[in-house]
């Protein structure tokens, strides 16, 4: 199944419609690189060549490659080249146009100076492309973002560049169209939006069976991409998995992270977090009116289902395989599963105003995000959980994750509670409920589960 990307086609269909030129499309393991180019260039009357590079060296990369043209029908028989620039030299000889991907560049790199790696694909971009469209893709989001910055040989040498992120969560319904909006916002929570991960899922079973099935299922890819992500991209993999799972389900300050992991002023968690931040696997967020105070600052993992699996299963793989998928589920999930999506919830709803503004829908907000609160006389502290920052004030809105309507007696109570604090330039006070309300009301703005997937 191919949902969405409908901007990224149509960025590549643009770049198709030229003679040659070269793109860079990146993003995490399973996110649909490679799905997206092989299904945006099946629609190029031009022969496609897809070669995946092999953590090797480069004369037996180039061999890989020569092998596939071969296999492509595209040159005769195996020719002895000695560099990827003279294999490209040889094919602007030929006649015709070719849609070229590379894919997983950065493995060309594993035993070959990066730098040389680069400056060689400098070479080809900059005087071989003749009548070639050149794709370069790859997974090693840290790698793949030195490939753009100035110091870098390629920078500046692509035509289009593409970050390629999980589906949001409408698109990512698209896999389980006939489940509630209750149960979308559940699943997304658990699954996320990687369309490799949904392609696993059973609509026509319940969240609690599809994990049951997959991320607690040994045997299951989807089990087996959450515990070998990390691992496939980070020499010191120890380490991540330790960090991902001490910040796991919820924000973690930095030294919440510190004391857990007791790496109290030693530089290494810094050095660590840096790496996964760069990768994209975590995000470090501020409330949006302490956009510059450090002690505001958390972190938090970005991809929904490594959350679910560093919450749930990393430190307790010995009970998984004792007790198996139904009663691990029972002893360790299901008393928690609600507040786990309720959190997941809040940052739906966040991405529900981001696609307003986005479309032109939402007008005059400046920023998106939580707002700390401190409240000295009632000695308490918080943060809102959806706030929409505009120069006259804040739009507030509590968001709920229930199974049933929210009622007007707590909607009051919010209220109140919001309208007590001294210094708040309030505007609009709403609430978003997955399951509607009770009654309507003009004193709020009110959005539903349904108008989120509207």
């Not at 040994?218 to 089990?223: I, K």
């Not at 330790?242 to 924000?251: D, F, L, M, P, Q």
């Not at 939580?370 to 609160?373: E, K, Q, W």
């Given at each position: 199944?191919?949902f969405?990307?409908?901007k990224?086609?149509a960025?590549?269909e643009?770049?198709?419609?030229?003679?040659?030129g070269s793109?860079?499309?990146?993003g995490?393991?399973?996110?649909?690189k490679?799905?997206?180019l092989?299904?945006?260039?099946?629609k190029?009357k031009?022969k496609t060549?897809y070669?995946?590079?092999l953590?090797?060296t480069?004369e037996e990369n180039i061999e890989?490659?020569v092998?596939v043209?071969?296999?492509e029908n595209v040159?005769?028989?195996?020719l002895?080249?000695?560099s990827f620039t003279d294999v490209f030299?040889?094919?602007n000889?030929?006649?015709g146009t070719?849609?070229v991907?590379?894919?997983?560049?950065p493995?060309?790199k594993?035993?070959t100076?990066p730098a040389?790696v680069?400056?060689?694909?400098q070479t080809v971009?900059d005087n071989h492309?003749k009548?070639?469209?050149?794709?370069?893709?790859g997974?090693h989001?840290?790698m793949?973002?030195?490939m753009?910055e100035?110091?870098?040989?390629?920078?500046?040498?692509?035509s289009?560049?593409?970050r390629?992120?999980?589906l949001?969560y409408?698109?990512?319904?698209?896999?389980?169209p006939?489940?509630?909006v209750y149960?979308k916002v559940?699943?997304?929570?658990?699954?996320?939006?990687?369309?490799?991960?949904n392609?696993?899922i059973?609509?026509?079973k319940?969240?609690?069976?599809?994990?049951?099935?997959?991320?607690?299922n040994?045997?299951?890819?989807?089990?087996q991409?959450?515990?070998h992500?990390l691992?496939s991209?980070?020499?010191?993999?120890?380490?991540?998995e330790?960090?991902?799972?001490?910040?796991?389900?919820?924000?973690q300050k930095?030294?919440?992270i510190?004391s857990?992991?007791?790496m109290?002023?030693n530089?290494?968690?810094?050095k660590?977090?840096a790496s996964?931040?760069?990768m994209?696997?975590v995000?470090?967020t501020?409330?949006?009116n302490?956009?510059d105070d450090?002690?505001?600052?958390?972190?938090?993992?970005n991809?929904?289902?490594l959350?679910f699996y560093?919450s749930y299963?990393?430190?307790n793989k010995?009970a998984?395989?004792?007790l198996g998928?139904?009663a691990?589920?029972?002893e360790?999930v299901?008393h928690?599963?609600?507040t786990?999506?309720?959190?997941?919830?809040?940052e739906?709803?966040?991405d529900y105003?981001?696609?307003?503004?986005?479309?032109?829908k939402?007008?005059?907000?400046?920023?998106?995000g939580?707002?700390?609160?401190d409240?000295s006389?009632?000695k308490t502290?918080?943060?809102f959980?959806?706030?929409?920052?505009?120069r006259?004030?804040y739009?507030?809105?509590?968001v709920?994750?229930?199974?049933?309507p929210?009622?007007?007696g707590?909607m009051k109570?919010e209220e109140a509670q919001?309208?007590?604090?001294?210094?708040?330039?309030?505007?609009k006070i709403?609430f978003?409920s997955?399951?509607?309300?009770?009654?309507?009301t003009?004193e709020?703005?009110?959005v539903t589960?349904e108008?989120?997937y509207?």
């Open positions: 199944m191919f969405a990307r409908e990224e086609l960025l590549i643009e770049l198709l419609r030229k003679k040659n793109a860079m499309i990146y995490k393991r399973k996110v649909g490679t799905t997206l092989t299904h945006a260039l099946s190029s031009d060549v070669y995946e590079c953590k090797s480069m890989g490659f092998n043209l071969v296999r040159i005769p028989v195996p002895a080249f000695r030299a040889y094919l000889t030929l006649d070719y849609n991907i590379i894919d997983e560049y493995y060309l594993e035993m100076k040389t680069d400056s060689v694909f971009i492309l009548n070639i469209r050149l794709f370069i893709s997974s989001v840290g793949m973002k030195d753009l100035e110091k870098n040989a390629l920078y500046g040498r692509y289009l560049t593409l390629l992120k999980e949001n409408r698109d990512a319904a698209l896999f389980y006939e489940k509630t149960d559940g699943f997304y929570s658990v699954f996320g939006g990687s369309p490799y991960i392609e696993f059973d609509p026509e319940s969240l609690k069976e599809n994990i049951i099935a997959t991320i607690l040994e045997s299951h890819p989807v089990y991409y959450a515990e992500l691992i991209d980070f020499t010191n993999a120890i380490g991540a330790r960090i991902i799972s001490a910040i796991a389900n919820g924000k930095y030294s919440e510190e857990k992991l007791g109290k002023n530089g290494l968690l810094s660590q977090l996964l931040l760069r994209e696997i995000t470090k501020f409330p949006i302490k956009p450090t002690k505001k600052c958390a972190y938090e993992v991809d929904n289902l959350r560093y299963v990393y430190k010995s998984l395989r004792v998928p139904e691990f589920y029972e360790y299901e928690s599963l609600l786990f999506i309720s959190h997941r919830f809040e739906i709803v966040r105003f981001s696609l307003r503004a986005k479309s032109g939402l007008k005059g907000v400046t920023n998106i939580t707002y700390y609160y409240d006389l009632a502290n918080g943060e959980d959806a706030v929409l920052e505009r006259e004030g739009d507030i809105y509590e709920k994750y229930y199974a049933s929210l009622g007007i707590e109570k919001i309208k007590s604090l001294k210094g708040l330039q309030t505007g709403g978003v997955v399951s509607g309300f009770e009654k309507p003009d709020y703005d009110l589960g108008d989120l509207s």
